[in-house]
């Protein structure tokens, strides 16, 4: 079930491929398809929209021959065709963009590239881009791709995230925004699809970010200049305070610093630690789970407690510990696997099957014993 579940995710990102290219009845009969092989949410959302198309409907009232003969009426119509506004180059530029599987890709860097070398990347398409000087069909979501991509790999943390995890989102035909009721995430962007996303973005806009790589060259929009003037005003009200309202405002602040410091004075150190030390050099096991542990040279001497209490403490640590590192293996590999999934990449899914989850395997074997 789980192979036709993978074919069924195949076939949904062909029909999102098809419909970014106007192919409504090819991605109608891969979405079908996909619904036959595993049916799904995601692929019946799919379908509800593409059946909607406003062309839709024409589409099943005529017939290729009927549509043929039309196109061929426009054509005999147009008695002196018009010349395009934009060049051969331009629009093989933005064909380009659009065939771009990732935002490398995009830029046409590598994922080692330095920072300087993706901020010049995208200096370049972005002047090749500007749907100011770019007239060829396409230019503007080639445009917000490129100012997209910019915007993720110049980021490190969202570098980061972009190269562990890519992006994985549902696939709106009317480009429409996706999630706009949860936090404003906005739509989502495919490199192959143009569907612009400000997942990784937030405020910036392609324009906004264009402004800030070239000084405001083209003058459209002014939004960043307009919210730094805003920061810079709020900034300097903060700065007309008084002394006295900040010291008052300090003074929460100190006193949890002094409650901080004095009750540092009182705590003794732990019983036992579950690492070896120089300070917690003494092995012991745990009765029941025949967990090690470490205590103090004195712990025979000085320890009045219940032993048996503090095993229990000792495994019950031990094991919460294995919880979260096997939280964090189970995270990692379906990273992966979303990623492999985003991209349809059959190695790097296989990959991440075989991510192995120790910490995972070992808490199973506490659990059973």
């Known amino acids: 079930m789980d192979g036709n579940k993978d074919e069924a995710n195949r076939c949904i990102d062909i029909a999102i491929t098809a419909l970014t290219e106007g192919k409504i009845e090819k991605a109608e009969k891969f979405l079908n398809k996909a619904e036959k092989l595993y049916p799904s949410q995601r692929a019946k959302d799919f379908l509800a929209k593409v059946k909607s198309f406003p062309t839709q409907q024409g589409r099943k009232n005529s017939s290729p021959d009927a549509q043929g003969e039309g196109v061929r009426k426009r054509k005999l119509s147009d008695s002196k065709p018009s010349e395009p506004e934009y060049s051969n180059d331009q629009l093989e530029a933005v064909k380009k963009i659009k065939k771009c599987k990732d935002y490398y890709q995009v830029l046409g860097v590598t994922k080692e590239a330095t920072d300087s070398e993706i901020k010049k990347a995208y200096k370049k398409l972005a002047l090749q881009l500007h749907p100011d000087k770019n007239k060829a069909p ?18 490190v943390e969202k570098r980061k995230a972009y190269d562990l995890h890519g992006i994985n989102e549902p696939f709106n035909p009317h480009g429409g925004g996706g999630n706009t009721s949860t936090g404003g995430m906005g739509r989502t962007y495919y490199a192959n699809d143009f569907a612009y996303s400000r ?4 405020d910036v806009t392609a324009e906004e970010l264009f402004n800030m790589f070239f000084g405001g060259g083209i003058p459209q929009q002014n939004m960043y200049r307009q919210r730094r003037q805003r920061a810079e005003t709020q900034r300097g009200e903060r700065e007309n305070q008084s002394s006295s309202s900040a010291l008052i405002n300090l003074l929460p602040i100190l006193l949890l610093i002094g409650l901080s410091m004095m009750s540092s004075f009182f705590i003794s150190d732990p019983i036992y630690s579950l690492q070896q030390s120089h300070k917690y050099s003494v092995k012991r096991e745990t009765n029941a789970l025949k967990i090690a542990y470490y205590v103090k040279d004195n712990f025979y001497s000085e320890y009045q407690g219940s032993v048996g209490r503090l095993e229990a403490s000792v495994e019950e640590e031990f094991l919460n510990h294995l919880k979260h590192s096997c939280s964090r293996e189970r995270n990692y590999r379906d990273g992966i696997l979303s990623k492999a999934r985003a991209f349809g990449d059959r190695d790097l899914f296989r990959k991440a099957q075989s991510i192995n989850t120790p910490s995972c395997e070992n808490l199973q074997k506490y659990l059973n014993a």
């Open 199 to 202: 997942n990784f973005q937030g």
């Open 138 to 155: 396409g230019a503007v979501e080639a445009f917000k791709a490129v100012g997209n991509a910019a915007a993720v790999l110049t980021d």
